[in-house]
């Protein structure tokens, strides 16, 4: 940062210049200001001298080089059988854990196995992925016996 307090955009420069002292602020940004001056370092050019309390501006906010916000959301797996609100399917809105246990549906495997059996054909492994409607798997992906390639029937007759 020049005397003036405008960032450098070349390669050469003196090492005084150069040099910020680098704050983390409760909000788990980071906040860097010229040693010599106390100038904020701003992306916009804004030229501010910084002070602890002040409202900074949003361009003199960077984030983090190492993540300092705990990652409690990515540590434990979602449960299989959690109830997907329609407005929110990826959970953007972050409901607590309690929201979701009090909505969490019963566990229905025994009349669900019990019902299973009685559909599949014998020799099937019973699956919560195995397809319950032909809509569950359009191209036959799953099915016992697939259609034969047009390939092979090609190589077959000629």
Excluded at 118 to 124: D, S, V, W
Aim: glycine share 4%; with cysteine; proline share 9%.
């Amino acid at each position: 940062m020049d005397a003036l307090g405008n960032p450098f955009s070349s390669t050469v420069c003196h090492k005084e210049d150069c040099l910020f002292n680098h704050k983390l602020l409760e909000n788990h940004r980071d906040v860097y200001y010229s040693c010599r001056t106390g100038i904020l370092l701003n992306l916009e050019g804004a030229k501010q001298v910084y002070t602890v309390g002040q409202n900074l501006p949003h361009t003199s906010l960077f984030l983090s080089e190492k993540n300092t916000v705990p990652l409690e959301r990515l540590l434990h797996r979602e449960k299989r059988n959690r109830v997907v609100d329609p407005s929110d399917p990826y959970n953007m809105l972050g409901q607590t854990e309690e929201d979701e246990d009090s909505r969490a549906m019963p566990e229905l495997d025994d009349t669900l196995e019990t019902n299973q059996e009685a559909e599949l054909p014998e020799g099937r492994n019973i699956s919560r992925e195995t397809p319950q409607s032909p809509s569950d798997d359009p191209w036959n992906v799953h099915s016992l016996n697939p259609p034969p390639s047009p390939r092979i029937m090609n190589a077959m007759v000629g």
